[in-house]
């Protein structure tokens, strides 16, 4: 039924991912060939918040779709604390060494979507988190790319 709504946008144009919630009824990734079957460019998927930071593992026994990209959230919106960017660099690394740095962008869990009267992180919070995850990739991309 996704798919059927996707239909006639370039899959290079679509992101699929995950939304803010407790995610204690998440499918567990180890049901990727679900996601995947999404026709889209690029997947998104919760790699920083303590429910799923494990689940990196999938990818030893599951190979990314060619010309697919994944986007591992490597800082999180679950908890206030800001990640050290030596964190967020080991966690990129993690994922280019599996699936191919090529193939990795470096994104949030979720996102920090905030609405009219939801602050889930307060904005200094965010930005702080934000500025980790640049400091993060640079020294990942030393690290990949040298």
């Known amino acids: ?27 567990p990734l180890e049901d990727i060939d679900l996601i995947l079957r999404v026709n889209a460019g690029a997947y998104s998927i919760e790699a920083a918040n303590v429910r799923h930071e494990h689940e990196w593992r999938v990818w030893e026994n599951v190979q990314l779709p ?13 908890t206030i604390s800001v990640e050290h960017p030596r964190l967020v660099a080991d966690r990129i690394i993690r994922y280019a060494n599996i699936v191919g740095r090529e193939n990795v962008i470096a994104g949030t869990d979720c996102g920090f979507q905030q609405g009219a009267r939801i602050e ?13 995850l640049v400091e993060g990739a640079r020294i990942a991309s030393k690290e990949l790319w040298a």
Do not use: C, F
Not at 9 to 16: A, F, G, K, L
Not at 120 to 132: C, D, F, N
């Open 1 to 27: 039924m996704l798919n059927h709504a996707l239909r006639g946008i370039p899959e290079d144009r679509i992101r699929y991912g995950s939304w803010h919630a407790p995610h204690v009824s998440d499918a």
């Open 120 to 132: 889930r992180v307060h904005p200094q919070i965010m930005w702080a988190k934000l500025s980790a």
């Open 66 to 78: 060619e010309g697919k990209i994944l986007i591992p959230g490597v800082v999180t919106h679950h």
